[in-house]
Protein backbone atom coordinates (compact mmCIF):
# COMPACT_ATOMS: atom_id res chain seq x y z
CA UNK A 1 0.00 0.00 0.00
CA UNK A 2 1.18 3.17 -0.38
CA UNK A 3 1.02 5.78 2.52
CA UNK A 4 1.28 9.55 2.00
CA UNK A 5 2.81 9.16 -1.55
CA UNK A 6 5.68 7.10 -0.40
CA UNK A 7 5.84 3.39 -1.06
CA UNK A 8 5.55 2.04 2.12
CA UNK A 9 3.41 -1.11 3.02
CA UNK A 10 3.06 -3.46 6.37
CA UNK A 11 4.62 -6.72 6.39
CA UNK A 12 3.04 -10.31 7.75
CA UNK A 13 5.55 -10.03 10.36
CA UNK A 14 4.33 -6.71 11.60
CA UNK A 15 7.44 -4.52 10.38
CA UNK A 16 7.02 -1.46 8.06
CA UNK A 17 8.98 -1.67 4.67
CA UNK A 18 9.59 0.92 2.11
CA UNK A 19 11.58 0.87 -0.82
CA UNK A 20 13.55 3.91 -2.73
CA UNK A 21 14.19 3.48 -6.44
CA UNK A 22 18.22 3.69 -7.81
CA UNK A 23 19.43 5.03 -10.54
CA UNK A 24 18.91 3.41 -13.85
CA UNK A 25 22.12 1.20 -14.45
CA UNK A 26 24.49 -0.16 -17.36
CA UNK A 27 21.12 -1.74 -19.17
CA UNK A 28 19.15 1.35 -18.32
CA UNK A 29 16.66 -0.97 -15.94
CA UNK A 30 16.06 0.32 -12.34
CA UNK A 31 16.19 -1.63 -9.31
CA UNK A 32 15.01 -0.63 -5.85
CA UNK A 33 16.46 -0.82 -2.07
CA UNK A 34 14.49 -1.28 0.47
CA UNK A 35 14.44 -0.39 4.31
CA UNK A 36 12.51 -2.43 7.02
CA UNK A 37 12.25 -0.89 10.72
CA UNK A 38 9.85 -2.11 13.46
CA UNK A 39 8.11 1.76 13.73
CA UNK A 40 7.29 4.45 11.21
CA UNK A 41 8.96 6.36 12.63
CA UNK A 42 12.38 4.28 12.90
CA UNK A 43 11.53 3.73 8.91
CA UNK A 44 11.54 7.10 7.76
CA UNK A 45 14.85 7.52 9.50
CA UNK A 46 16.14 5.12 7.71
CA UNK A 47 15.12 5.91 4.38
CA UNK A 48 16.37 9.10 4.59
CA UNK A 49 19.92 7.76 4.96
CA UNK A 50 19.26 5.95 2.12
CA UNK A 51 18.46 8.78 0.29
CA UNK A 52 21.64 10.81 1.66
CA UNK A 53 23.45 7.60 0.29
CA UNK A 54 21.93 7.80 -3.22
CA UNK A 55 22.53 11.40 -3.39
CA UNK A 56 26.05 11.30 -1.80
CA UNK A 57 26.82 8.42 -4.41
CA UNK A 58 27.94 5.94 -1.93
CA UNK A 59 24.88 3.77 -3.73
CA UNK A 60 25.77 3.66 -7.20
CA UNK A 61 23.33 3.15 -9.82
CA UNK A 62 21.25 -0.52 -10.08
CA UNK A 63 23.19 -2.97 -11.51
CA UNK A 64 22.77 -5.51 -14.31
CA UNK A 65 20.09 -7.51 -12.92
CA UNK A 66 21.03 -11.33 -12.04
CA UNK A 67 19.55 -14.62 -13.24
CA UNK A 68 17.68 -16.32 -11.31
CA UNK A 69 20.71 -19.46 -11.12
CA UNK A 70 23.12 -16.62 -10.25
CA UNK A 71 21.07 -15.23 -7.34
CA UNK A 72 20.23 -18.97 -6.29
CA UNK A 73 24.16 -19.75 -5.77
CA UNK A 74 24.40 -16.21 -4.54
CA UNK A 75 22.05 -17.05 -2.05
CA UNK A 76 23.19 -20.28 -1.23
CA UNK A 77 26.85 -19.04 -0.92
CA UNK A 78 25.65 -16.61 1.85
CA UNK A 79 23.96 -19.38 4.14
CA UNK A 80 27.26 -21.61 3.67
CA UNK A 81 29.34 -18.66 5.21
CA UNK A 82 27.24 -17.65 7.41
CA UNK A 83 27.71 -21.12 8.78
CA UNK A 84 23.66 -21.17 9.61
CA UNK A 85 23.31 -24.76 7.70
CA UNK A 86 24.83 -27.94 8.86
CA UNK A 87 26.86 -29.69 5.86
CA UNK A 88 23.89 -32.29 4.88
CA UNK A 89 21.31 -29.11 4.55
CA UNK A 90 24.10 -27.66 2.15
CA UNK A 91 24.31 -30.48 0.03
CA UNK A 92 20.53 -31.42 -0.15
CA UNK A 93 20.06 -27.72 -1.04
CA UNK A 94 23.04 -27.53 -3.87
CA UNK A 95 21.84 -30.33 -4.83
CA UNK A 96 18.07 -29.62 -5.20
CA UNK A 97 19.36 -25.99 -7.08
CA UNK A 98 21.46 -27.50 -9.81
CA UNK A 99 19.37 -30.28 -10.86
CA UNK A 100 15.47 -29.26 -9.84
CA UNK A 101 15.51 -25.71 -10.10
CA UNK A 102 18.22 -24.25 -12.43
CA UNK A 103 17.97 -26.36 -14.95
CA UNK A 104 13.96 -26.90 -15.63
CA UNK A 105 12.60 -25.53 -18.58
CA UNK A 106 9.77 -23.15 -17.62
CA UNK A 107 9.35 -20.99 -21.03
CA UNK A 108 9.86 -22.19 -24.30
CA UNK A 109 13.96 -23.33 -24.59
CA UNK A 110 14.72 -20.97 -21.40
CA UNK A 111 15.63 -22.07 -18.50
CA UNK A 112 14.72 -21.24 -14.67
CA UNK A 113 18.22 -20.45 -14.55
CA UNK A 114 18.42 -18.31 -17.09
CA UNK A 115 15.62 -15.88 -16.28
CA UNK A 116 16.55 -12.65 -15.21
CA UNK A 117 15.52 -12.18 -11.34
CA UNK A 118 13.63 -9.40 -11.96
CA UNK A 119 11.60 -10.69 -14.66
CA UNK A 120 10.53 -13.66 -12.67
CA UNK A 121 6.63 -14.52 -12.63
CA UNK A 122 4.10 -16.25 -10.53
CA UNK A 123 3.36 -18.40 -14.15
CA UNK A 124 7.47 -19.31 -14.65
CA UNK A 125 6.96 -21.08 -10.67
CA UNK A 126 4.14 -23.00 -11.90
CA UNK A 127 5.73 -23.98 -14.82
CA UNK A 128 8.28 -25.22 -12.76
CA UNK A 129 5.90 -26.97 -10.76
CA UNK A 130 3.98 -28.52 -13.79
CA UNK A 131 7.60 -29.84 -15.16
CA UNK A 132 8.72 -31.60 -11.97
CA UNK A 133 5.41 -33.42 -11.73
CA UNK A 134 4.80 -34.64 -15.15
CA UNK A 135 8.30 -34.52 -16.82
CA UNK A 136 10.78 -34.28 -14.14
CA UNK A 137 14.36 -34.08 -14.75
CA UNK A 138 16.75 -36.42 -16.66
CA UNK A 139 18.60 -39.06 -14.77
CA UNK A 140 20.47 -42.10 -15.77
CA UNK A 141 17.30 -43.51 -16.43
CA UNK A 142 15.58 -41.14 -18.33
CA UNK A 143 13.49 -38.45 -17.28
CA UNK A 144 11.09 -39.41 -14.56
CA UNK A 145 8.74 -37.34 -12.52
CA UNK A 146 9.97 -36.08 -9.13
CA UNK A 147 8.82 -37.17 -5.74
CA UNK A 148 6.12 -34.79 -4.41
CA UNK A 149 8.37 -34.24 -1.58
CA UNK A 150 11.38 -33.13 -4.11
CA UNK A 151 8.80 -30.92 -5.42
CA UNK A 152 7.99 -29.50 -2.27
CA UNK A 153 11.67 -28.92 -1.27
CA UNK A 154 12.42 -27.29 -4.87
CA UNK A 155 9.67 -24.84 -4.06
CA UNK A 156 10.40 -24.22 -0.39
CA UNK A 157 13.80 -22.58 -1.64
CA UNK A 158 12.77 -20.83 -4.18
CA UNK A 159 10.80 -19.05 -1.73
CA UNK A 160 13.48 -18.91 0.30
CA UNK A 161 15.64 -17.40 -1.79
CA UNK A 162 13.19 -14.90 -3.57
CA UNK A 163 12.38 -14.04 0.24
CA UNK A 164 15.66 -12.65 0.64
CA UNK A 165 16.06 -11.29 -2.54
CA UNK A 166 12.61 -8.99 -1.59
CA UNK A 167 14.05 -7.99 1.64
CA UNK A 168 17.10 -6.40 -0.41
CA UNK A 169 14.97 -5.05 -3.09
CA UNK A 170 16.20 -7.06 -5.87
CA UNK A 171 12.63 -7.94 -6.68
CA UNK A 172 8.98 -6.58 -6.07
CA UNK A 173 7.39 -9.27 -4.45
CA UNK A 174 8.08 -13.14 -3.96
CA UNK A 175 6.28 -14.71 -6.74
CA UNK A 176 6.81 -18.31 -5.53
CA UNK A 177 4.18 -17.37 -2.64
CA UNK A 178 1.89 -16.58 -5.26
CA UNK A 179 2.39 -20.43 -6.62
CA UNK A 180 0.60 -23.32 -5.11
CA UNK A 181 2.91 -24.99 -2.75
CA UNK A 182 2.93 -29.20 -3.84
CA UNK A 183 0.82 -31.46 -1.60
CA UNK A 184 3.37 -34.17 -0.41
CA UNK A 185 1.84 -37.65 -0.78
CA UNK A 186 2.96 -41.17 0.92
CA UNK A 187 3.35 -44.23 -0.59
CA UNK A 188 1.46 -46.90 1.67
CA UNK A 189 4.22 -49.76 2.56
CA UNK A 190 3.03 -52.79 2.88
CA UNK A 191 3.21 -54.23 6.39
CA UNK A 192 3.60 -57.78 7.72
CA UNK A 193 1.39 -60.30 8.74
CA UNK A 194 0.88 -61.89 11.95
CA UNK A 195 1.53 -65.23 10.01
CA UNK A 196 4.44 -63.95 8.33
CA UNK A 197 5.85 -62.38 11.49
CA UNK A 198 5.58 -65.93 12.68
CA UNK A 199 7.34 -67.46 10.41
CA UNK A 200 9.99 -65.52 9.68
CA UNK A 201 10.75 -65.26 13.62
CA UNK A 202 10.87 -69.41 13.70
CA UNK A 203 13.22 -69.37 10.88
CA UNK A 204 15.49 -66.52 12.05
CA UNK A 205 15.68 -68.65 15.76
CA UNK A 206 16.51 -71.92 14.01
CA UNK A 207 18.98 -69.86 12.34
CA UNK A 208 20.79 -69.30 15.85
CA UNK A 209 21.25 -66.19 14.65
CA UNK A 210 22.22 -63.75 17.88
CA UNK A 211 20.86 -60.69 16.70
CA UNK A 212 17.48 -63.05 16.99
CA UNK A 213 16.31 -60.70 20.50
CA UNK A 214 16.81 -57.46 18.93
CA UNK A 215 14.51 -59.20 15.33
CA UNK A 216 11.66 -59.99 18.27
CA UNK A 217 11.80 -56.11 19.70
CA UNK A 218 11.60 -54.78 16.64
CA UNK A 219 8.88 -56.85 15.24
CA UNK A 220 6.74 -56.55 18.16
CA UNK A 221 6.93 -53.37 19.27
CA UNK A 222 7.64 -51.45 15.76
CA UNK A 223 11.26 -50.23 16.71
CA UNK A 224 13.11 -49.02 13.53
CA UNK A 225 16.58 -49.00 14.90
Known sequence: MARDGLNISKRADGW?????????????NRARRSVVAKTLK???????QLLREIEAGTIKAAPK???????????????????????????NYRDCI????????VEGHYKLGEIRL????VEHVEALLKVLATEGVSGKDGPKPASTSTQKRAWSILTAALQVAEDR???RRNVAKQAKPPKVTYE????????????????LKGAGDWLYPLYVLSISTGVRQ
Open 98 to 105: NFYLKPVP
Open 188 to 203: ERPVLTAQQATEIMAE
Open 42 to 48: ELEAKRQ
Open 169 to 171: GLV
Open 16 to 28: YQASVELPKGPDG
Open 118 to 121: SALT
Open 65 to 91: APTVGEWLDRWHEINVTSGCWKPATVR
